[in-house]
């Protein structure tokens, strides 16, 4: 009964996404309702194409103003008259992308090195456990910062820095989780027969890990969609005039005091972004705490 | 079915812990081993920054020209060539730069020539100050909440309480730091929203600071509380008359959080990431505004004073917290099988 599956680790008994959610697929589909719905807003809102060009005779405008050309601008405009609720949505392949690329390093350079870990005995898992509890306890923007101020802004050396540095708690994770799965009967059986390392971590041993990795890599991809604003904000984040959700907020913070709704468009898109990817992590945690339970009565 | 899921859990059988009470190693032996292994990892981490400062900075060519900045012409970077000993081989180079660290010489800043270590010393204290209120005031603030979500997490306030607080949880610090500006700055004018000027100007960092982490600690917290509840210990005590409040506060909040140890030592790191953008966002003269100053004008030297500090300090806070514990909670004491 107690035998190490894959979700038997201390998850949080207490799990709040009962709120009219409760499994996978409505959590997913929260996510992409609000994509939709914000989508389809702009379209219907934005007449014009050129909106997102921006007008200095609208610069600063207030929510909901309506131009002298009739353009709605519902989140209202920037410093430089750009609609802000165009821009947020320009935004998305910037944030949501660099995030996105980085969480996928995360998760492979991660898994692997929970593997090597787990696998080896002796030095080599000396090293990497050594590793990982040093490099864990860093706080990871202060890695993240001084990195990228020398490696330089934009999308790739944004992304690739941030995937290179965050994998530790994933790793400790997957380590800890392949070091039970190492011990099965099956895994045994398969080393008895002479299957080579690879095979045996990689055809036996990570599909057990795949819903643990689907978890972090929903609640990594939250953080690091906050972690890449946050460097955004500081300024060294994405190129300067990208419409990235933290560029917008640190142009905002510039005008908090004239033009306050400046923040409301990009603050409320990294929410209801960090949100959702916190729900689906919390739904694919549910989801396999289930069928763990169904597969032990 | 819930009950059998229950006592599927090992570290709580009643069993065995009479059995493993035999093999309780000493404390002082095991504060020992932890001192060593977290010393050991605060030597490896500062190799490992150090080396990956000093080859980034080589990387991306020419170090005397980053450290000259843009108006350093030839003549210029001869001398900071020499001066830096840029001109000797990369292997020498990296043995003089390891050399100077392990005294804990940075150098000098290369904006004001000021001592880096002495501009990190002077900003450690305002820094400092502010993440322990701001710790505290987590403290005080999530474990109540976090034990009242727990002890009846069924209850429909309890329920929209801990939407509330999944919400608050997808709300990054610096969003509430704006928000707190706009509103009680801006609007209201009741705090100063900029740089420490007295007792006021403390209170919207420390609460943007503590807004970071709050949320986390109240969903663990009431997590742990949840899964105390459910324990045997707790149905002995209540079998023996003993009241809600008594269980919840004396029994099942103190096993709760001796369970969120992991978590404290995590979120110091966390808190000190925090209190970069909170220290940016109020202009607050601390160390996390210096580091990032420093990152934006490629200082160096400063910026490497800045980052070993940092990292001592977390490792400092996460011994110490590690040592407390073993103290506090005999179940740490335990040899593993």
């Not at chain 1, 995937?163 to 045994?188: C, M, N």
């Not at chain 1, 890449?228 to 142009?251: I, V």
């Not at chain 2, 009241?243 to 030592?265: D, E, S």
């Amino acid at each position: 009964m107690t035998t190490a599956t894959a979700t038997d680790k201390p998850a949080p008994a207490f799990r709040f996404n009962k709120i009219g959610t409760g499994s996978l697929q409505l959590d997913l589909g929260l996510l992409l309702f609000a994509i939709v719905v914000i989508a389809l807003l702009a379209q219907w809102v934005v007449l014009d194409e050129s909106a997102l060009d921006g007008n200095l005779r609208t610069r600063l405008k207030p929510m909901g103003y309506i131009s002298p050309d009739g353009v709605r601008h519902i989140f209202g405009t920037d410093q430089l008259g750009r609609d802000l609720l165009f821009r947020v949505l320009g935004g998305l392949p910037w944030s949501l992308g660099i995030s996105g690329v980085a969480v996928v390093c995360v998760a492979v350079i991660g898994t692997f090195i929970g593997l090597i870990g787990a696998w080896y005995t002796g030095v080599v898992r000396t090293i990497v456990l050594l590793g990982i509890a040093a490099m864990i306890a860093m706080p990871f923007l202060v890695l993240a910062l001084v990195v990228v101020a020398v490696v330089g802004r934009g999308f790739w050396p944004l992304s690739l820095t941030m995937g290179f540095i965050a994998w530790t708690a994933v790793s400790r994770v997957i380590y800890a989780e392949s070091r039970g799965l190492l011990t099965r009967e099956y895994v045994l059986a398969a080393r008895l027969f002479g299957v080579s390392k690879w095979s045996i971590l990689i055809f036996h041993v990570l599909p057990g890990l795949r819903p643990t990795i689907l978890v972090m890599a929903a609640f990594f991809f939250a953080v690091l969609l906050i972690i890449e604003s946050a460097l955004s904000f500081l300024g060294l984040g994405a190129p300067l005039n990208a419409p990235s959700w933290g560029n917008m907020l640190s142009d905002s913070r510039q005008y908090l005091t004239i033009a306050p709704w400046m923040m409301f468009a990009p603050a409320g898109a990294i929410v209801l972004a960090v949100i959702s990817l916190n729900l689906i992590g919390d739904g694919f945690a549910e989801l396999s705490r289930k069928r763990a339970r169904a597969v032990e009565v | 079915m819930t009950d059998i899921a229950d006592n599927n859990k090992p570290a709580s059988q009643p069993i065995e812990t009479e059995k493993n009470d035999a093999e309780t190693i000493p404390v002082a032996k095991q504060t020992a081993q932890t001192l060593t292994k977290r010393i050991l990892e605060l030597l490896f981490l500062l190799m490992f920054i150090s080396t990956l400062l000093f080859f980034l900075l080589r990387l991306t060519g020419d170090p005397a020209a980053v450290l000259a900045g843009e108006t350093g012409d030839q003549e210029q970077l001869e001398l900071i060539r020499k001066q830096y000993g840029l001109d000797k081989p990369l292997i020498v180079q990296y043995g003089v730069f390891l050399y100077k660290l392990v005294q804990l010489d940075f150098g000098s800043s290369l904006a004001n020539a000021q001592d880096a270590l002495g501009l990190v010393f002077e900003r450690l204290p305002t820094s400092f100050t502010l993440v322990i209120i701001a710790f505290t005031a987590n403290l005080i603030i999530s474990i109540p909440l976090g034990a009242w979500l727990g002890s009846r997490p069924d209850r429909t306030g309890r329920k929209l309480a801990a939407t509330a607080v999944f919400v608050a949880q997808g709300i990054p610090g610096y969003i509430t730091g704006l928000l707190l500006i706009q509103l009680f700055s801006v609007e209201l004018g009741w705090l100063p929203s900029i740089g420490n000027q007295g007792i006021l100007s403390w209170i919207m960092p420390a609460t943007t600071l503590a807004a970071f982490q709050a949320p986390q600690v109240v969903r663990v917290i009431s997590a742990n509380v949840a899964e105390a509840m459910r324990e045997d210990y707790i149905r002995t005590a209540r079998a023996n008359g003993a009241g809600f409040n008594t269980l919840l506060w004396r029994h099942a909040l103190k096993n709760a959080m001796l369970g969120a140890t992991a978590l404290i030592g995590a979120q110091v790191s966390f808190l000190v990431g925090g209190s970069i953008i909170t220290e940016v966002i109020f202009a607050w003269p601390g160390l996390g505004r210096l580091l990032v100053t420093s990152v934006q004008t490629l200082d160096f030297p400063v910026v490497q004073a800045a980052v070993f500090m940092i990292a001592i300090f977390v490792y400092f806070a996460i011994t110490l917290t590690d040592i407390v514990f073993l103290f506090i909670d005999p179940r740490l004491r335990r040899q593993r099988a």
